[in-house]
């Protein structure tokens, strides 16, 4: 029997994060919901006030300046999953998560890029009228891949 669990895995990140306590709080929801790392595009923030598990130094942190050195970055086989509420995304409630992929977020008052839509191999949206808070967003996608095992 082959052992799926560690041909997964996924990290999480933000795209110009606007509050390093949105990052603080996405990182500790990271930890807790399995991430295997965190990441920030464009803006850092070294370390979180809130992120009172210390997820920053539990788990591997990357920070890239630009979309293009993320993205020329991504591990090798991961699908990148752009969470976006447009038109083109598919609803979260039906996504099937890939097993190994790298999920990004951007600002709650931008969005994502265009590049970082444009280069997405998947774009997921939640079934929401309003664009959410970009830590809880992150913890519900991440919530969701928990209870809705990848498949291959």
């Avoid at 990441?39 to 009172?52: E, H, L, S």
């Avoid at 709650?108 to 774009?123: N, W």
């Avoid at 939640?126 to 808070?133: D, K, R, T, V, Y």
Wanted: charged share 20%; with cysteine; net charge neutral.
């Amino acid at each position: 029997m082959v052992d799926n669990f560690h041909n997964e895995f996924f990290g999480i990140g933000i795209q110009n994060g606007k509050t390093p306590e949105n990052l603080g709080v996405l990182w500790r929801s990271a930890q807790n919901l399995g991430a295997s790392f965190i990441f920030t595009i464009g803006n850092r923030y070294a370390k979180q006030a809130c992120d009172t598990h210390n997820a920053v130094k539990a788990m591997p942190y990357f920070h890239y300046e630009t979309f293009d050195d993320f993205y020329n970055h991504l591990p090798k086989g991961a699908m990148l999953v752009g969470v976006e509420l447009s038109d083109h995304a598919v609803s979260l409630e039906t996504f099937h998560h890939p097993r190994r992929c790298v999920y990004l977020l951007g600002a709650e008052d931008h969005g994502l890029s265009k590049q970082a839509i444009e280069k997405s191999h998947h774009l997921v949206k939640f079934n929401s009228e309003l664009s959410l808070n970009v830590s809880v967003a992150g913890s519900i996608v991440m919530y969701d891949r928990g209870i809705n095992k990848p498949r291959s």
